[in-house]
């Protein structure tokens, strides 16, 4: 498995992450919010359930940001995942549909469904997309994490969300209410742009993953070698959506994609 690359703003982006998350809790334990308030009355099972939930969500992005999403493994070892996966599901393709294509960046063999990043320098299987904000690539390996990640992180956005509203307890806005909650309504609004981002982006993942497809495939149909053929309604490598998410949650090895792409008839790329 290749080296994880420690890129210095990777390591400044998860520095920013993590000082942002425990900076906003600090603030909802500081303020006047429910949280504070069953704090002092002696009541800790809602304030312990909230901190232990948001390290939660910080020890998912971590898991996230750091494992390997699935580098395409050296030719010899690639070619006998695809072959070992087909005969185990009893598809015989052509030969010749066995050549896999060869990356112009680190010449490796790439399987059906991998792409090189130029940010993470690897080819990575069933790529989905780079992430800034995890400083990785998510692909077969981190993309069910991932999912798992915004999901529990969503809910602590929630969660945080009304223990902002607590603790404006109703007050009309004036020039001594915004100097006495400026750091809470900072935090209101933080949390509000994120609750946002992260519903749209679970909302699109799920439906990608229902539909079996990465946003990769979504946003480049047209010129990728072995999609552009087909029209957008058409997916090569959709079983159903039950049997989408089985795949994507709970088949915990490698996928040889090249096996589903010729069980529907689909011609050799």
């Known amino acids: 498995m290749p080296a994880r690359d420690l890129c210095p703003s990777g390591l400044l982006v998860r520095a920013g992450h993590t000082a942002l998350t425990w900076g906003v809790c600090l603030v909802l334990l500081h303020y006047r919010t429910d949280l504070r308030s069953q704090e002092e009355r002696g009541e800790l099972l809602h304030p312990l359930a909230f901190v232990l939930l948001v390290l939660c969500s910080v020890m998912l992005y971590f898991a996230v940001s750091l494992m390997d999403p699935g580098y395409v493994l050296s030719d010899s070892e690639m070619e006998t995942l695809v072959k070992s996966d087909l005969q185990q599901d009893a598809i015989h ?8 294509r060869r990356c112009g960046y680190c010449m490796l063999q790439q399987p059906m469904r991998a792409r090189h990043c130029q940010s993470c320098h690897h080819c990575v299987r069933r790529y989905d997309h780079h992430c800034p904000w995890i400083g990785n690539c998510v692909g077969e390996r981190n993309h069910p994490l991932f999912v798992l990640y915004l999901g529990v992180q969503l809910v602590v956005l ?4 009304q223990l902002a509203w607590s603790g404006f307890h109703g007050e009309a806005p004036t020039w001594d209410w915004l100097r006495h909650n400026a750091v809470l309504l900072a935090a209101f609004l933080t949390v509000a742009i994120f609750t946002m981002v992260v519903i749209l982006l679970l909302v699109s993942h799920l439906y990608l993953v229902s ?3 990465t946003t990769w495939e979504f946003m480049s149909h047209h010129r990728i070698s072995y999609l552009k053929h087909c029209d957008m309604e058409t997916n090569p490598f959709d079983k159903g959506i039950v049997c ?4 994507f949650f709970c088949r915990c090895r490698a996928v040889a994609w090249e096996g589903i792409y ?7 790329v």
């Open 158 to 161: 929630f969660w945080a969300l």
């Open 211 to 213: 539909c079996n497809v």
């Open 93 to 100: 393709p052509p030969s010749k549909a066995l050549h896999l």
């Open 262 to 268: 010729f069980q529907h008839g689909q011609s050799p």
């Open 244 to 247: 989408n998410l089985w795949v």
